[in-house]
């Protein structure tokens, strides 16, 4: 299986809500990062945080990492139509290059 | 333009065909890398290079697929003798430290 999987794998909520992520892994990290998709495009690097932090903000997003739960959530507030996208989370392996998720799947309704 | 450059955008071939594609990634990024991504799955890492050299390739990376970065500037992946379950979005992406820069992708349909 994958080294980080996304959950949920599909999420709808309606503009203004906020929107959480999570991604699970399996081995020690060096650091985390999320990526958005939106369809037939390359992928956008949201924002990364490192085995040593806790939590990072940027703009609306914030992430949480948890290195004892091997866990990390994703939360974008106030969500507007064009957050809808694909988003996948991708770890750093020590020594190894980035493994990303499945991804979850986000449609944010007007 | 001071992204990721991948062409074409999209190819489709027929079965047994060889196919090409380009990446030219960000100047002063050192690092590429290439990925193959299905529908509704997140990105396989194929290959990465460090310059001109290709430090990793995975296992996904069969022999009728090759990749150069020559002078360490744009890579080219080709694969050879395409079968329909090559049919992929195949994305570039560049770094320099932390975080990629992805390209817009090459979309290959294999009929």
């Known amino acids: 299986s994958q080294q980080g999987e996304e959950d949920p794998q599909a999420l709808s909520i309606q503009e203004g809500e906020n929107a959480t992520m999570n991604c699970s892994y399996k081995?020690?990290?060096?650091?985390l990062q999320w990526y958005r998709q939106n369809s037939g495009r390359g992928l956008v690097h949201l924002i990364l945080i490192r085995s040593n932090e806790r939590e990072k903000h940027s703009g609306r997003l914030r992430v949480t990492l948890d290195t004892s739960k091997k866990s990390s959530s994703l939360l974008i507030t106030a969500s507007r139509a064009a957050d809808t996208a694909s988003y996948f989370c991708a770890t750093d392996v020590y020594g190894q290059n980035f493994v990303f998720g499945p991804g979850t799947r986000l449609s944010v309704l007007p | 333009d001071t992204g990721v450059s991948q062409d074409p955008r999209h190819k489709i071939t027929k079965r047994g065909q060889n196919v090409t594609f380009r990446c030219d990634p960000i100047?002063?990024?050192?690092?590429l890398y290439w990925y193959r991504q299905t529908l509704g799955q997140g990105p396989e890492f194929l290959t990465y290079?460090?310059?001109?050299?290709?430090?990793?390739k995975s296992r996904l990376l069969s022999d009728r697929f090759s990749a150069e970065r020559p002078k360490g500037s744009f890579s080219t992946l080709e694969i050879q003798r395409t079968e329909q379950g090559d049919s992929a979005m195949y994305l570039c992406?560049?770094?320099?430290?932390?975080?990629?820069?992805f390209g817009s992708g090459t979309r290959l349909t294999v009929v």
């Open positions: 290079f460090q310059n001109e050299a290709q430090l990793e």
């Open positions: 100047s002063e990024h050192n690092r």
């Open positions: 081995t020690s990290i060096n650091n």
């Open positions: 992406a560049s770094s320099r430290d932390y975080g990629y820069t």
